[in-house]
T-cell receptor
Framework: GDSVTQMEGPVTLSEEAFLTINCTYT??????LFWYVQYPGEGLQLLLKATKADDKGSNKGFEATYRKETTSFHLEKGSVQVSDSAVYFCALRPSYDKVIFGPGTSLSVIP | SAVISQKPSRDICQRGTSLTIQCQVD?????MFWYRQQPGQSLTLIAT?????????ESGFVIDKFPISRPNLTFSTLTVSNMSPEDSSIYLC????????????FGPGTRLTVL
């Protein structure tokens, strides 16, 4: 069945460091891909999305490109801030179906 | 975007009791889902709430434990029955709006603690 794999955390970075969180997926057809973020004590928020191959989703300095050839959707940010500390979930959604989540990657950014 | 509210936002319950969680959306939606997030874990889909018919449950979840209702296009309930401490989780309602099939929105969640 469809599934999402993410790099294991926790990830700890210094402020202004470069961030990459790897995400790969298994799916039939052409799913939409998402990154969700969950800040401490808060609900789930959509960070960015891409709906077809080679699309780049971006928001708040984060980017991810839908790579069908490598079935990947890696999350990147050039310079992280303390306020980016959160849990990040990669997810996919097959057409007209429910979202399937990866296990999540916890990020801590230290000053 | 759809605005989703859930009641209660949190609760502490005794073992063996049941709790019903409500999900209200401010606009009509095509699909409604219920997810569970156990402590420190990812989100797992419990079921798809179908209007006017029985919910569709994922593997490992059964109707007797998690009865679901969806009487119309904007409202659904999830009941956690005969609770045990293992049911302590955040329960989230999620919807797909009429406007965009690629947009799935999540409610704020209900944080349940079972003693």
């Amino acid at each position: 069945g469809d599934s999402v794999t993410q790099m294991e955390g926790p990830v700890t970075l210094s402020e202004e460091a470069f961030l990459t969180i790897n995400c790969t997926y298994t799916a039939t057809g052409y799913p939409s891909l998402f990154w969700y973020v969950q800040y401490p004590g808060e609900g789930l928020q959509l960070l960015l999305k891409a709906t077809k191959a080679d699309d780049k989703g971006s928001n708040k300095g984060f980017e991810a490109t839908y790579r069908k050839e490598t079935t990947s959707f890696h999350l990147e940010k050039g310079s992280v801030q303390v306020s980016d500390s959160a849990v990040y979930f990669c997810a996919l959604r097959p057409s007209y179906d429910k979202v399937i989540f990866g296990p999540g990657t916890s990020l801590s950014v230290i000053p | 975007s759809a605005v989703i509210s859930q009641k209660p936002s949190r609760d502490i319950c005794q073992r063996g009791t049941s709790l019903t969680i409500q999900c209200q959306v401010d606009s009509q939606v095509t699909m409604m889902f219920w997810y569970r997030q156990q402590p420190g874990q990812s989100l797992t889909l419990i079921a798809t709430a179908n209007q006017g018919s029985e919910a569709t449950y994922e593997s490992g979840f059964v109707i007797d434990k998690f009865p679901i209702s969806r009487p119309n296009l904007t409202f659904s309930t999830l009941t956690v029955s005969n609770m045990s401490p293992e049911d302590s989780s955040i329960y989230l309602c999620s919807v797909v709006g009429l406007a965009g099939v690629n947009e799935q929105f999540f409610g704020p969640g209900t944080r349940l603690t079972v003693l």
